[in-house]
């Protein structure tokens, strides 16, 4: 019973600190950027998106599926949006890693809802990196899972 308590004790702590970003930016193997935009939309409305960037004073609109705004015209057909399960939305840019501002603020908007992050240019992972991050949490509970089950 005392090392059932320690187990799930520890597990506890581990779990503690892992949260989910809404938001979170990497590059892919091909030099792409990629932008996810985990924000739940909420129940009876249209689900609409928006992703844009800012660096200084401008914001620049990257890709939307809102009637009436369209992306900027250095970003038309360099984009594109895939739904992801069970909710958010994945803007994957095209040739911009080379590009982008120093420092930028990468932003997702989906039913209203928004989220924001700030990156240094310089400083952007690997998309295999943030997998690795997110789903460390996952691994130590299977772990733990497996180790009780087996004593």
Known sequence: ???????FGLLGVLLIPAKCDLISVCV????????DCLIQPKPNKINSYEFS?????????????????AAEGKFKDKSYVEELEPHGYRMTLSGFTDNLPHNTTYMCK??????????????????SAVFLKSSYSWVICLLFFVYQTHS
């Not at 892919?28 to 932008?35: G, H, M, T």
């Not at 960037?53 to 705004?69: A, D, H, P, Q």
């Open 53 to 69: 960037w800012s660096s200084g004073t401008k914001e620049f609109l990257i890709n939307t599926n809102v009637s009436g705004s």
């Open 110 to 127: 989906i039913s209203g809802e928004s989220a924001q992050v700030n990156w240094e240019r310089d400083k952007l992972v690997p998309c």
């Open 28 to 35: 892919k193997n091909d030099y792409d950027l990629r932008v």
């Open 1 to 7: 019973m005392l090392k059932c308590l320690f187990v």
